[in-house]
């Protein structure tokens, strides 16, 4: 999985939206009392609670053990395993759920995830989803990758927006039946003001500037600001607001 660099306080603090948003996925898989349910990249456990709240047996697993850590420390009745998905080995579930997870799993290493959700599923089993879907973030992405590129570093990146299209036979390749899919809009405002937009780089985005000097990081990212100012910064409320769109599905374990 790509190699960011995840503070749990930071994430949690000043980047609420994420599981703020969840909420709706949670609402979509209505989890029930006794249900034994997987939440795949569960951060720092706010929504794998969420779900336990309801009376379901809930396991959270999460490549970065900073975020299993602080987990663990929040919610110590919960179960938490640091894990890549893509080589877990699972037990026995009703349901697997994912919020904000599934695009740090590059498109050639998708399918071993997928697998692994598959063996995880009881018969009828439920596979609950939302993650970046074909063209979300890209007037951030591309404004970044362009003055990354202009300045002579590799803009290489890993992360996965497919679409309804690309994805769902992905699915249904490993038994998986979609049910219900969604790919839409969810333009995002973020926290931080005016450092909103370099934060949510810092957060989401570090990976890109891992080669990068300090003093062309710098430099790049008020190049960004000037590029996306126009279209993404209100200078009324000071808020910048980030071009995200989600690819939301449920599917079943045939």
Aim: charged fraction near 30%; include cysteine.
């Amino acid at each position: 999985m790509p190699d960011n660099e995840w503070d749990p306080d930071d994430y949690d603090e000043g980047h609420g939206f994420v599981a703020e948003y969840g909420k709706d996925v949670v609402r979509l898989l209505d989890p029930q009392p006794g249900k034994r349910i997987l939440d795949v990249g569960c951060g720092t456990g706010t929504l794998t609670a969420t779900i336990a709240d309801s009376g379901a047996d809930v396991v959270g697993i999460d490549a970065a053990a900073s975020m299993v850590e602080q987990a663990r420390e929040r919610y110590p009745g919960l179960s938490f395993e640091v894990a890549d998905a893509r080589k877990y080995d699972p037990s026995e579930f009703d349901a697997v759920f994912s919020n904000a997870a599934l695009h740090w799993i590059p498109s050639d290493d998708h399918d071993a995830a997928l697998s692994m959700v598959a063996s995880a599923l009881a018969d009828e089993g439920r596979f609950v989803a939302e993650f970046g879907g074909r063209g979300n973030v890209s007037q951030v992405e591309t404004a970044v990758r362009t003055e990354l590129s202009e300045r002579g570093y590799d803009t290489d990146h890993s992360w996965y927006f497919p679409s309804i299209g690309e994805y769902a036979p992905r699915l249904e390749s490993h038994g998986l039946e979609v049910t219900s899919a969604w790919l839409f809009d969810r333009p995002t405002e973020l926290d931080g003001g005016e450092a909103g937009l370099r934060e949510w780089i810092g957060m989401f985005g570090d990976e890109l500037f891992a080669p990068v000097s300090e003093t062309d990081r710098e430099a790049i990212l008020a190049a960004v600001e000037e590029r996306l100012r126009p279209a993404l910064f209100d200078p009324e409320t000071g808020t910048w607001t980030v071009d995200y769109r989600r690819l939301r599905f449920v599917a079943r374990r045939q």
